[in-house]
Every structure is written in C-alpha cells, then in structure tokens.
C-alpha cells in the first residue's frame, strides 16, 4: 500500500513537532522527512538528524537543480524537502510527516494533492506566550516576532484539510490516527478556526497590531 503524506504547520510554539516525533516512536509505519535549512543549529540539533544544515548558496544551487519537493522562506531563512527521500518511503508504504511552513505546505499540494495537510495550534495565545518562553529558545524579541508572525500565518488555515488544537499530546496522537484511517470527523475543523481566530483577536489586542 502506498503510504500517506502528513503535511503538518501550525502557529509557533503549537507543538507539532512533538506530536510528529510521538508519531515514529509509537507506530513503525510512520517517518519524519528531514529538511534543509539555512538557519544556525539550535542547542542539541544533529545535522541529517534534525535538519540538513546547508549555506544559502548550496541551497539556492539544490533550487537549480529541481533538488525539492518544496521550498519557501520563513522568517529570514530558507526551508526545503529534499524530493527523493519523501518518494521513496511513499513507494515502501511509510507514512511521510513533513513538518513546514505554511508556503511550502500549500506548494507540496499542488505537486501532490494526495497529501493531508494538518494545521496545529495551541489551545489559547496565553499558552503559546508560555510555551515559547518555557522552550527558552529565543530572546524576548524573537518570542515577539513569533507571536507577531502567529497572524500571518493563521490565513493559511482555511486551506488546511484538518485543523487540529494540541491541548494534549495522547489526544493529538489519537486525531492523527484519525486522520490516517480517514474516520477524523471534519466537523471539529469548525471550532478550532473559532479558537483561531480567538488567539488572532488576543495577539492584536495585547500588541496593539
């Protein structure tokens, strides 16, 4: 059986990530695709483990040579799928989990549109204030930035199949199932666009955008 392509995004600090790597460590059928990326490695990062870290020229050579599935910039940096890797797992009958950005999402459905695209968010902005704080991965003006950018990147819902709310990562566990099996009700995509727009309305207000 051919296996599915999870594109999953989301607001910063919604914890996507964490539910992609619960994924492969619980079920044997599923893998992270690992990007390209031209930002600096974080703390612990392993480079071919948690990106492939590679200079903006590299990355704009790989561009010429048809090298990605997708690609898009974010915040200031260059993001890509490496092409071969994702097909080869499809063909095997693995489930491909693609954790990117909004842009490069939306272009990874116009070259595949059998792939599900999955949109996270934490359950309020007061969460995602906390979580990007606690992660203590960026200084107070990045954390700002992030939440800024938390506005833009909520208009890219609505081209999503799934929205999910990771408010527990059992429960977000359990949905992608869902997702995979095809029985996730589609109706739920209703009340996480109105936390949505929720968290929009709260970001605004409290930064005055």
Do not use: C, W
């Not at 919604?14 to 059928?29: C, I, S």
């Not at 408010?167 to 949905?175: W, Y």
Request: glycine share 6%; no cysteine.
């Amino acid at each position: 059986m051919q296996g599915k392509l999870l594109v999953i995004s989301g607001l910063s600090a919604a914890g996507k990530g964490t539910v992609a790597k619960a994924l492969v460590e619980k079920f044997d059928n599923y893998v992270l695709s690992i990007s390209a990326t031209t930002r600096e490695r974080r703390g612990s990062e392993v480079d071919g483990v948690d990106y492939f870290f590679i200079s903006r020229d590299d990355f704009k050579k790989r561009i010429d040579g048809g090298d990605f599935l997708e690609y898009a910039e974010y915040v200031g940096n260059f993001y890509g799928t490496p092409k071969s890797f994702v097909i080869e797992k499809l063909n095997a009958g693995i489930n491909v989990i693609l954790e990117i950005e909004m842009q490069g999402a939306l272009k990874v459905k116009k070259v595949y549109d059998e792939a599900v695209l999955v949109f996270f968010l934490p359950k309020s902005a007061k969460v995602q204030k906390e979580r990007l704080i606690n992660r203590k991965r960026d200084d107070e003006s990045q954390i700002k930035k992030r939440i800024q950018q938390a506005i833009i990147d909520a208009e890219y819902a609505k081209h999503y199949d799934y929205i999910l709310v990771n408010d527990d990562l059992e429960d977000s566990i359990k949905d992608m199932q869902k997702i995979v099996n095809g029985t996730y009700d589609k109706s739920k995509n209703i009340e996480s666009m109105k936390i949505l727009d929720k968290i929009v309305s709260d970001i605004r207000e409290e930064q005055n955008v």
